[in-house]
T-cell receptor, first 112, second 116 residues
Framework: EPEVTQTPSHQVTQMGQEVILRCVPISNHLYFYWYRQILGQKVEFLVSFYNNEISEKSEIFDDQFSVERPDGSNFTLKIRSTKLEDSAMYFC??????????FGPGTRLTVL | KNQVEQSPQSLIILEGKNCTLQCNYTVSPFSNLRWYKQDTGRGPVSLTIMTFSENTKSNGRYTATLDADTKQSSLHITASQLSDSASYICVVSAMYSGGGADGLTFGKGTHLIIQP
């Protein structure tokens, strides 16, 4: 069964450093999403992406964040200058023509 | 403001017992409601999706109900197993006119622990 994959599973970085989180959505899916989940809190929407551009973003998704689909398979989330409060699980999701989003296993980002 | 409230926050039951998790929402205009299971350190996995016209849907030992009038949903787990230990998240989608965004509002989840 096709699934969303994410790499790395765990990323440790120093405050102020740039990180890139990678996702491979399910092939033939059209909509892509990034979410984050701070430990013990609920999943929060960051951004959605369709037709090679951002279709919606939350107030969390400020200028420090960017997304890109550099080729036909990868979907990346870049955090330019990480802060301590960026420590969280980051989930990628994709969906096809119908309504259901499929989530990846997540990347745990730890900012020291 | 769109909100999803879940109860209880956590629940411990013995293996083999049944349980019911609750979800109340204020999302408008309503599109659909989903229940996800999230194992610790993993991404959410969809259990059920219900639209306005559906008031019950089953997936194996999981049965979800929806009352669109009172804006409440429940997830009933029958004959619980140790592998059911996880967080169960209620997610409600609002209708948007376009843009490809699903307008999802997530609940905080119910943390379920099944004890042998």
């Amino acid at each position: 069964e096709p699934e969303v994959t994410q790499t790395p599973s765990h990323q440790v970085t120093q405050m102020g450093q740039e990180v890139i989180l990678r996702c491979v959505p399910i092939s033939n899916h059209l909509y892509f999403y990034w979410y984050r989940q701070i430990l013990g809190q609920k999943v929060e929407f960051l951004v959605s992406f369709y037709n090679n551009e951002i279709s919606e973003k939350s107030e969390i998704f400020d200028d420090q964040f960017s997304v890109e689909r550099p080729d036909g398979s990868n979907f990346t989330l870049k955090i330019r200058s990480t802060k301590l409060e960026d420590s969280a699980m980051y989930f990628c999701a994709s969906r096809g023509r119908y309504n259901e989003q499929f989530f990846g296993p997540g990347t745990r980002l730890t900012v020291l | 403001k769109n909100q999803v409230e879940q109860s209880p926050q956590s629940l411990i039951i013995l293996e083999g017992k049944n349980c019911t998790l609750q979800c109340n929402y204020t999302v408008s205009p309503f599109s659909n409601l989903r229940w996800y299971k999230q194992d610790t350190g993993r991404g959410p996995v969809s259990l059920t999706i219900m639209t306005f016209s559906e008031n019950t849907k089953s997936n194996g030992r999981y049965t979800a109900t929806l009352d669109a009038d009172t804006k409440q949903s429940s997830l009933h787990i029958t004959a619980s197993q140790l592998s059911d230990s996880a967080s169960y998240i209620c997610v409600v989608s609002a209708m948007y006119s376009g843009g490809g965004a699903d307008g999802l509002t997530f609940g905080k989840g119910t943390h379920l622990i099944i004890q042998p």
